[in-house]
């Protein structure tokens, strides 16, 4: 039954992009802005929704974090994420820390089921790629690992 | 010759009986007004108690919700499974193996949830195979088949698997007495010979407590009688386990008859911890025999088969004080006790009166040798010395008994179609519903441990003439649900089952559902083919065997491309699913597979061996809809004839010309 109700509300989602309609179903047209929840004011940071609310980067690189990330990477991830800037199934991860806050990855990883409904960026990307990115039950400091890995492949040292 | 005659008289008055009897005079007052929004279980939130029910001869277990009755799950047990692979993939087919060679089918009686200080502990559920005589052991976490083990020196493991109040052991009693020698079993033997050469046994496979791990601690060598059921003595009557027999007569041929002469066959009392003690005084003796033990391991999803030799056996002819017969009328079936464990209930499918035995008196009696002779070596206590009473006139046909308690029992009545409530101090009747139609067991949820959840009585139902739509001759078996909270029983809800719905267990549901397995880690994936992540996809040629290590993820396989297979290869798929997310199987199919497809569960390897017969290009997908490119999940394998010179390669994502 989820699986069905997931492809109706991409059958929705496509039939909206086909009308040239981008607004996401869901979505309403006009945002009170009476008053703003904390909820509302990562999203105005682009930090996005979930538990991770501020990242400290360091330099140079955790190399133990990275070694970490990557074999997460490779067991989890690799499947629909390349490290070129190449979309297959999902983004290419090339230049994404770039372009991301650290947060906003973090959330993405670690809590995607919300991130697709709340996150602007996230339904962006899913209008784009049309697969649900799966929840891959990434723990928090696992995607802190991942996030690291990420730095290095957009060069960090 | 005479005999003969009324016992066939017997026979058609009760058939008659049956025929006539089990049709409600008035089905129209059958349900009342409230019945549905009892029942009725809004969309999103969820039923109360889960119920386990076997599937009968469809080898499997089916879990329905309650109070709704909605189907929830097919457990595959003994038979396997098209669906999910059970069976057919590598690393299940060692799960249905017994000594006669893999035996992909049987008839599942019996379910029984796994107890904690007499209290249903949502552990475990077992299962018995009746045919080729096995019990089954579920996981509650994953709902899986976790262990298998054959039973030897059993024909027809038709008691079984019931369970002591710790799940120390499950036993298992063998309905047919058969000739057993101490060289494998079964000898070459004139059937005539029942009464010299025939022999039962009831078998004790000990649970380890942490693992649920099964083996025969000891088995207790019979007369040739036919063992129906059993059930464990609790509280003070623990460390007793009770069997009901039938065929006394020792007959066999013709058996609707001439074990049906005598008036009364028996309930046999085993004192277990008395066995024990034997058994650590080296008083058994050891028997060669070929029995199967299969273990699933949850890690590297796969079973391993192993044959043991030897089972211990003690004869009860020369270890006094373990065994006693107690008469029974008539032809007893079920054979019950109280959550008190002070009373034991005796039902004889030909009976017309129920006798509840008192384990206080047994023991008395025991004690002061009040006995009538012996069975073949066996004390038989009295009748009168181990009674506490009968309930005079309840119905026709006693099968089986659950309690609520409260001090009530419930026992079905397959010859007039009907539960019957009664008082068990008090021996009364107190309330009676028809049941549509012939009834065979019923379920009160903990209704055999020592606290039952009493809220319903659950009616296994064989014959449903009239209650559904019809679908050619065969219809549907059923199960039908009665509210017992009050004085009456209120007929709830009737509900299609599969298989035949035999007997069933049930519990609350957050018992069960807090623990349940969400995926399988992938990072504890130790299948040695996994591929745990795509980078570790890959294609290896050995000798004639070709091996795929492929991934699955929404919405592709890796590889998905593959060719140098040739003619006379195997191939073996070994297909990863890369998802870590609740409720995302992948399957796989390929054209032409002989044995069935493949689902697998997310962090799950499982294994598909196929064997091309024709040369070209076959292609392969997922069946279960995963995304919204489902459709699209989907990859092509080229098969050349035998010694062509294409290389082996694979490949995902590559779209080159070739050169
Ligand atoms: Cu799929």
Redesign the pocket.
């Known amino acids: 039954m989820k699986k069905i109700a997931i492809f109706l509300s991409l059958v929705i989602f496509l039939a909206a992009c086909g009308g040239g309609q981008m607004t996401p179903p869901n979505q309403p047209t006009t945002i009170k802005k009476t008053s703003s929840s904390p909820e509302d004011d990562m999203l105005a940071q682009g930090k996005g929704i979930g538990e991770v609310k501020s990242v400290e980067l360091g330099t140079p690189l955790d190399q133990a974090r990275v070694g970490r990330g990557k074999s997460i990477y490779d067991m989890k991830c690799s499947a629909c994420h390349k490290l070129t800037a190449e979309r297959v199934v999902g983004p290419g991860w090339l230049g994404l820390t770039k372009t991301r806050k650290p947060e906003w990855i973090m959330n993405m990883i670690t809590n995607v089921e919300v991130m697709l409904e709340k996150d602007p960026e996230a339904q962006k990307l899913l209008e784009l790629c049309l697969t649900r990115m799966p929840n891959q039950n990434v723990s928090i400091g696992d995607a802190r690992d991942v996030l690291e890995f990420m730095r290095q492949v957009d060069g960090e040292k | 010759m005479k005999q003969w005659l009324i016992g066939s008289l017997i026979f058609v008055a009760i058939l008659a009986f049956a025929i006539n009897g089990c049709k409600p005079q008035n089905m129209a007052t059958a349900v009342t007004g409230d019945a549905a929004s009892k029942v009725y279980v809004a969309p999103g939130k969820y039923d109360e108690f889960y119920n386990f029910v076997s599937g009968g001869f469809s080898g499997q277990m089916a879990v329905y919700g309650l109070p709704s009755g909605r189907l929830l799950k097919v457990l595959p047990v003994f038979s396997v499974n098209p669906e999910s692979g059970y069976g057919y993939s590598e690393e299940s087919k060692p799960m249905l193996n017994t000594s006669h060679g893999f035996v992909p089918w049987d008839d599942l009686h019996h379910p029984e949830l796994s107890q904690t200080n007499g209290e249903v502990d949502g552990r475990w559920i077992f299962g018995n195979a009746n045919n080729t005589p096995r019990i089954a052991r579920l996981d509650l976490k994953s709902f899986k088949t976790a262990e298998i083990i054959e039973i030897p020196n059993s024909s027809g493991n038709h008691s079984s698997p019931f369970i002591t109040e710790n799940t120390e052991y499950v036993i298992a009693g063998t309905r047919f007495s058969y000739p057993m020698d101490n060289k494998e079993s079964n000898p070459d033997v004139s059937i005539d010979t029942y009464k010299d050469n025939f022999r039962g046994t009831v078998s004790f496979v000990g649970v380890e407590k942490e693992t649920g791990h099964m083996d025969i601690a000891f088995q207790i060598l019979l007369p040739g009688v036919n063992f129906d059921l059993s059930h464990s003595g609790k509280g003070p009557s623990s460390g007793w386990f009770f069997f009901s027999c039938y065929n006394t007569e020792q007959a066999y041929t013709l058996l609707e008859v001439n074990a049906s002469q005598k008036d009364k066959d028996f309930i046999m009392a085993v004192n277990w911890k008395k066995a024990e003690e034997y058994v650590k005084q080296g008083k058994g003796k050891k028997q060669k025999v070929r029995y199967a033990v299969n273990r699933f391991d949850e890690h590297t999803h796969t079973a391993t088969s192993t044959i043991k030799e030897e089972v211990l056996v003690l004869d009860p002819k020369e270890l006094a004080d373990m065994v006693y017969f107690i008469p029974c009328p008539k032809s007893p079936h079920g054979c019950d006790v109280d959550p008190t464990g002070q009373y034991i209930i005796g039902s004889g499918k030909l009976a017309a009166t129920i006798p509840v035995f008192s384990f206080a008196k047994l023991q008395t009696a025991i004690q002061a040798k009040d006995f009538d002779g012996d069975f073949d070596g066996i004390p038989v206590v009295k009748y009168e010395s181990a009674l506490y009473g009968e309930v005079k006139k309840p119905g026709l046909g006693p099968l089986h008994t659950e309690f609520d308690g409260k001090g009530n029992a419930y026992t079905s009545f397959f010859v007039s179609s009907e539960i019957v409530k009664w008082n068990i101090e008090k021996l009364e009747v107190l309330d009676r519903v028809p049941t549509y139609y012939s009834i065979g067991h019923l379920c009160v949820p903990g209704g055999d441990s020592q606290k039952p959840f009493g809220k319903y009585v659950i009616a296994y139902n064989k014959i449903t003439k009239d209650r559904y739509l019809p679908t050619g001759p065969e219809l549907t078996q059923s199960a039908q649900l009665y509210d017992i909270t009050g004085d009456k029983m209120q007929l709830l809800l009737d509900f299609p089952t599969i298989g035949e719905p035999h007997y069933a267990q049930a519990c609350p549901a957050d018992l069960i559902a807090k623990n349940s397995l969400k995926i399988f880690k992938i990072e504890e994936n130790t299948h040695p083919r996994a591929a745990k992540g795509e980078g570790q996809a890959k294609v290896e040629r050995n000798g004639n065997d070709v091996h795929v290590y492929m991934t ?1 993820i ?2 592709h396989f890796a590889p998905d491309n593959i060719e140098g297979v040739k003619l006379g290869d195997n191939v073996y798929f070994h297909v990863t699913n890369l998802e870590q997310d609740w409720d995302v199987p ?2 796989f199919a390929v054209k032409g597979a002989n044995n069935a497809e493949l689902l697998i569960m997310p962090g799950e390897t499982q294994t598909l061996k196929w064997t091309p017969d024709r040369v070209g290009v076959f292609p392969f997908y ?6 919204a490119l ?1 459709q699209e ?1 989907q990859g092509y394998l080229r098969v050349s004839p035998a010694g062509s010179k294409v290389e082996l390669k694979y490949s995902m994502g590559k779209t080159e010309k070739p050169e």
Not at chain 2, 622 to 627: L, Q
């Open positions: 699955s929404r919405s992948h399957g997922c069946t279960d809809f995963c995304s489902h999940m």
